[in-house]
Structures are given as C-alpha cells and as structure tokens.
C-alpha cells in the first residue's frame, strides 16, 4: 500500500518562527511536490522537486525554501513564519511520466 | 484569471440522486484531465483520469471531456453519503510537465441520506 507521510497533522507556531516540515514516501518515487490549500483557492503549488537535490519553484515559492537530500524525504522550511501563511499544507509524491500523485494527510498550519 | 475553474458549491443532493460535477479550462494544451476526491481532513486521492475527448466510465462514476468547449465533466450515478467529499479537477500543462497539475477550487458535495 502506497503512503505519504507528513511530520505532524497540526502545528501552531509563532510569528518570526522557523518552521520545518517534513514529508516522507516509500514508494521509491522521482517527483516530490508541497501544495498549500486555502478556501476558495484549491491546491497551490508551492515547490517541488525531479530528484535528490533537484528543486523547481511552483507558483507561490515567495517565503518558503524546501531540501531533499534524501529521495524518499522532501522538506518544507518556512524561514519566518507570518500570519499569512496559516493554511494546510499538503505533500505528494509520484513516479516520473503519466502517474498520479499520492498525497499525504497534510499538516494544519497556525501562524499566530 | 485562473487556468482551471470550478464552482465551489457546497452541492447537496439526496441519496440516489445523481451528482454532477464539472470545471472550464482556458489552456487548450490540456489533453489529460483528472478526477481527485478529497475526504474531509484527508489529502486527496486519485478518482479516474481521461485523455483527449470523451466518455470514461467506473463503475458509479463518468468522467466527459469536450476539448471543443474546454469543459470536463464527472458525474456520480446513485449518490451515497460516502460520496459526500470534496472533487477536485486538475490537468498536467503537458506531457513534460505532469508534475505542474492545474488544480480547479474543489467542489464540496454533501449527499444526505
């Protein structure tokens, strides 16, 4: 059975904090992806990343850097955590061409 | 404006009724379009995907493409509460790009016994 696994479910943490998450695949996978998830907004995507430490911006990267340097291990630093940044953050994961992208559960983020 | 539109609802039906879903597109370079459900508190997990125009059929579920109107369809047949989720569309740019998926707003759907 396929799976995705993310650090924590729910995090709150404080303005200026440095955030990390962390996403885990066993499926032995290339493509490693972090979306956001707002209302009325869908999926976003954040960064994601072909191989080990191979990384392509998304479409929001603006206050977020992220490291692979393992292939199954793909991580989400937020350097300064603002209120704006409150969401829920997915992960996901797939093999190279025509494949579908496994997600994890997410983690619940609560910049106060 | 958005590559990808979907109606955010909430839908609500009654159990039986049938479901149906839909999202626009703006980027005619969308040949593979895909169906994702999204359980609350969940991440979203793949429905069925089609390529090019047509009807693709499982079981309950039918997924139409009209390329001609940029305008994907799924629809749910005898609708049970276990459907009630959220339905996202999403479509990769290009075949080189099957990471990128578009992804529409999501559509939550409520099925009431």
Known sequence: D????????YLVKRTGEKVFLECVQDMD????????????L???????????KM?????IPEGYSVSREKKERFSLILESASTNQTSMYLCASSSQGPDTQYFGPGTRLTVL | ?????????????????IVSLNCTYSNSAF???????????????LLMYTYSSGNKEDGRFTAQVDKS?????????????????T???????????WGKLQFGAGTQVVVTP
């Not at chain 2, 990808?4 to 839908?11: A, H, K």
């Not at chain 2, 459900?37 to 991440?43: A, C, F, W």
Request: proline fraction near 8%; charged fraction near 25%.
């Open chain 1, 29 to 40: 996978h290339e493509n490693m992806f972090w979306y956001r998830q707002d209302p009325g």
């Open chain 1, 42 to 52: 869908g999926l976003r995507l954040i960064y994601f990343s072909y191989d080990v």
């Open chain 2, 69 to 85: 109107s940029k305008y994907i369809s799924l629809f749910i047949r005898d609708s049970q509460p276990s459907d009630s989720a």
């Open chain 2, 31 to 45: 040949q593979y379009f895909m169906w994702y459900r999204q359980y609350s508190r969940k991440g979203p997990e």
């Open chain 1, 2 to 9: 396929v799976k995705v696994t993310q650090s924590s479910r």
């Open chain 2, 1 to 17: 404006q958005k590559e990808v539109e979907q109606d955010p609802g909430p839908l609500s039906v009654p159990e039986g009724a």
């Open chain 1, 55 to 59: 990384k392509e911006k998304g479409d």
């Open chain 2, 87 to 97: 339905y996202l569309c999403a479509m990769p740019p290009s075949t080189d790009s």
